[in-house]
């Protein structure tokens, strides 16, 4: 199985700042690479797929880059509804494995 | 706009079978371009995608190997739905149960609301 590793595990940031998040695979998986936004007690929801792609509906705000092995969510300007805790899951060999969560919280 | 329901028990026997059910609205569940998908979370093992079923001119399932020996998924094309079934359940077995569509290459874009089953006597 491909290993997801997310860092950090934690973050702590202010409205209006702008934060990364990274994720590496444990093998190379080209752009096959999604995003996902959990707030408590909600379902994941799907923010940047193929490594960089931008979900319909999803703010300009959020960006994804990378491949191969090495992937980043940038945040640009952080709004309060930000906060949440961000997963990311490789597409390109099943089991589809995610990472094991970056939450942001507030500074 | 796709939307996806989940039903079933919360509480679940060890050794008893966890059956869960999705509905879906906005689009079919034998669509050839859709997959549908369970996944699951817990605290001690974060997300994990269980197994999906699928229609390209026939039916097809793929299941997570650490389950695959207990997993059953089915679609019932007469509800537009489709259904989970966990065998031989342990506590182990304790998550927030998800359904969710895969649109293309493994990329969930819409998710049921969640079930939480607790495996316990």
């Known amino acids: 199985d491909i290993q997801m590793t997310q860092s950090p595990s934690s973050l702590s940031a202010s409205v209006g700042d702008e934060v990364s998040f990274t994720c590496r695979a444990s093998?190379?998986?080209?752009?096959?690479l999604n995003w996902y936004q959990q707030k408590p007690g909600k379902a994941p929801k799907l923010l940047i797929y193929?490594?960089?792609s931008l979900q319909g509906g999803v703010p300009s705000r959020f960006s994804g880059s990378g491949s191969g092995t090495d992937f980043t969510l940038t945040i640009f300007s952080l709004q309060p509804g930000d906060f949440a805790t961000y997963y990311c899951q490789q597409s390109y060999s099943a089991p589809h494995t995610f990472g094991q969560g970056t939450k942001l919280e507030i500074k | 706009q796709v939307q996806l329901q989940q039903s079933g028990p919360g509480l679940v026997k060890p050794s008893q079978t966890l059956s869960l059910t999705c509905d879906i609205s906005?689009?079919?569940?034998?669509?050839?371009?859709?997959?549908w998908n369970w996944i699951r979370q817990s605290p001690s093992r974060g997300l994990e995608w269980l197994g999906r079923?699928?229609?390209?001119?026939?039916?097809?399932?793929d299941y997570a190997e650490f389950v695959k020996s207990r997993i059953t998924i089915n679609p019932d094309t007469s509800k537009n739905q489709f259904s989970l079934q966990l065998n031989s359940v342990t506590p182990e077995d304790t998550a927030v149960y998800y359904c969710?569509?895969?649109?293309?290459?493994?990329?969930?874009?819409?998710w049921g609301q969640g079930t939480l089953v607790t495996v316990s006597s």
């Open positions: 193929a490594a960089s």
């Open positions: 906005g689009d079919s569940v034998s669509s050839n371009s859709a997959a």
């Open positions: 969710a569509r895969d649109i293309a290459v493994a990329t969930f874009d819409y």
């Open positions: 079923t699928y229609y390209r001119s026939k039916w097809y399932n």
């Open positions: 093998q190379s998986i080209a752009s096959y």
